[in-house]
């Protein structure tokens, strides 16, 4: 009943701050703002990394000031010699920070929502939403730890102290990527990554975000990821309860000693214990097709342009429409005029032109059977500057060469993400020239997202800031 009393008025007193219901709302108004441009390219990947990564990690700094400051203002002291247990002080204190990480957790549903409706629950979505919690469980205990160590009348010490542990944590997770990537995931480096709770943790969800392998055994990750978080929490406990008087410290030299070796075993344990046997094949996190040797800033012989209109300015890249805006629409179809650019000089005839064209990954296209198989006076012409034009015969590049117009009408379907879908596009072409047969090969990609998801992404990223700004608004207006 003590414990549970002091946590509801920690709690009251935190959200009294003139500030606190202001800062809640800038903070989750700049991830939904995130979230709201992230829809116009892979949303997963960006948005998933900074709201379920790199703000659990901040709750590092968060716990380390918010256990630090009654310490600063000398509000400690009443509890050192009111008729309350500093331990149930202490553990209300944490409760507090539980609820404030766990009401991020629940203000980041409505855009995850938004996400699943249209896309559903990809893999690596799955893997996020239960390494985010125990992210910021983690992130709560290492704070607190920090928080409790430094006795003194400013909190510059432990919120510098929390920052540099969070960009060392962060910085671990793409070094460890590259390393496993490399081949040297076991090296003394790749295990010193692992003191991060960020790598420990996922790989003990057997995920990744860039590379192709996993550890092969998670048993000793599960377990070097426990200790961290009850060493941590134990030794904050003990440090703020046994080695810390109302003013200063009262640590004897055996404590001392105790306090640098639970340290140094939260940086140890992971990095002897966890697993590091890189061998098993990483899970495909989403359902994006593999497009092999399509890069998007390589040329193409493909371009896309409105009905009638001349090509692109800067023709031309293998994503088809990188240049327009919006991109196109899921399950809408779009028409456009696709150029052919072939490998043939206009001093040259060519006959018996055919094509085809086939979308893949879901896109469908259909085609103008006239615009199929034209005659050779429906083609056009186009001069390249500066030797960009396609390959000829022989080798040499086409100065002045021959573009077969078609009127196709694009429909992407089955989104694998809200925006960054990139459907390959595949063109065949056979034809003659001087009497010898040839024959033409081209792909590309087109770029689409869903349409409607910019604006139901952004309503819903303003739900809970919008109930802040309220709060704030109503304490201003109590307290003025």
Request: charged share 15%.
């Amino acid at each position: 009943m003590a414990v549970g009393t002091l946590y509801v008025e920690e709690l009251k007193a935190t959200m009294r701050g003139r500030f606190a219901w202001l800062g809640a709302g800038v903070m989750l108004l700049a991830v939904g703002c995130v979230a709201t441009v992230g829809t116009q390219d892979t949303w997963l990947d960006g948005y998933g990394i900074i709201a379920y990564f790199l703000v659990p990690l901040a709750f590092i700094p968060l716990a380390a000031v918010f256990l630090a400051s009654p310490r600063a203002n000398r509000f400690v002291e009443s509890v050192f010699t009111a008729p309350v247990e500093r331990r149930d002080w202490l553990a209300a204190k944490i409760l507090v920070l539980v609820t404030i990480a766990a009401a991020y957790y629940v203000a980041l549903l409505p855009m995850m929502l938004v996400y699943t409706h249209h896309v559903g629950l990809p893999l690596l979505l799955r893997k996020l939403l239960v390494w985010a919690p125990c992210l910021l469980l983690t992130s709560i205990a290492i704070g607190a730890l920090i928080g409790v160590l430094f006795i003194g009348q400013t909190i510059v010490a432990p919120a510098a102290t929390g920052m540099g542990v969070l960009l060392a944590y962060a910085g671990f997770v793409p070094l460890q990527e590259l390393l496993v990537a490399q081949g040297n995931g076991a090296t003394r480096t790749g295990h010193l990554t692992l003191a991060s709770p960020a790598v420990l943790l996922k790989n003990a969800f057997a995920f990744t975000l860039a590379v192709g392998s996993i550890p092969a055994t998670t048993t000793r990750t599960w377990i070097a990821a426990a200790l961290v978080v009850i060493v941590a929490l134990a030794l904050a406990a003990w440090v703020f309860l046994r080695a810390q008087g109302v003013e200063t410290w009262e640590a004897t030299r055996a404590q001392r000693w105790t306090i640098a070796i639970g340290i140094l075993a939260l940086v140890l344990m992971p990095v002897t214990i966890a697993d590091t046997n890189y061998d098993a094949p990483a899970p495909h996190g989403t359902n994006a097709p593999s497009i092999q040797r399509l890069f998007a800033r390589a040329g193409s012989s493909l371009a896309l342009t409105l009905p009638g209109s001349p090509p692109p300015a800067r023709c031309c890249g293998t994503i088809l429409n990188r240049d327009e805006w919006p991109p196109f629409g899921t399950d809408e179809p779009t028409r456009r005029d696709l150029l052919v650019l072939l490998p043939v000089d206009a001093t040259q005839r060519i006959t018996d032109l055919h094509i085809q064209i086939a979308g893949e990954s879901g896109l469908e296209v259909s085609a103008n059977p006239q615009g199929l198989s034209p005659a050779p006076e429906a083609l056009e012409t186009r001069t390249y500057a500066n030797d960009s034009g396609p390959a000829a015969a022989d080798g040499h590049h086409v100065v002045t060469g021959w573009v077969a117009r078609v009127a196709v009408t694009l429909t992407p379907t089955r989104p694998w993400d809200i925006g960054g879908d990139r459907y390959p596009l595949r063109v065949a072409a056979t034809y003659q020239v001087a009497g010898e047969s040839r024959t033409f090969s081209a792909r590309a990609a087109v770029d689409a997202q869903v349409s409607s998801a910019i604006y139901e992404m952004g309503v819903a990223s303003l739900i809970f800031p919008i109930v802040c700004f309220g709060r704030a608004y109503r304490r201003w207006r109590l307290t003025r």
